[in-house]
Nanobody, 126 residues
Framework: QVQLVESGGGLVQAGDSLTLSCAASGGPTSTYTMGWFRQTPGKEREFVAG????????NYADAVKGRFAISRDNSNSIVYLQMNSLKPEDTAAYYC???????????????????WGQGTQVTVSS
């Protein structure tokens, strides 16, 4: 059973940087697309960034393009989300997800992903 554990969230000020980590275990996770999503109370979970199995293709939501960077270390089964120039509107619970499919794609919809972490809270104060 695949398990995903996020870490690195916290309280920061606007303009600060933060790096989230997602440690994967329980299977050949390095062969699948990974994604980061975020959610605030009362809103749908939204796509933030995704990366294919070998890291050669990434995709970002327009709201974070140019500020966030996703990367992966397959030797250690970790996916990172580097977040720069944080804004108060980036405040959310951030979730790591794995898509268990051999089709090389980076879906935007949460229901395209099969495994989820428990989330880590990011709060950006103004």
């Amino acid at each position: 059973q695949v398990q995903l554990v996020e870490s690195g969230g916290g309280l920061v000020q606007a303009g600060d940087s933060l790096t989230l980590s997602c440690a994967a275990s329980g299977g050949p996770t390095s062969t699948y697309t990974m994604g980061w999503f975020r959610q605030t109370p009362g809103k749908e979970r939204e796509f933030v960034a995704g990366i294919i199995w070998n890291g050669e293709r990434t995709n970002y939501a327009d709201a974070v393009k140019g500020r966030f960077a996703i990367s992966r270390d397959n030797s250690n089964s970790i996916v990172y989300l580097q977040m720069n120039s944080l804004k108060p509107e980036d405040t959310a619970a951030y979730y790591c997800a794995l898509r268990r499919s051999l089709v090389v794609a980076i879906p935007f919809m949460p229901n395209e992903y099969d495994y989820w972490g428990q989330g880590t809270q990011v709060t950006v104060s103004s």
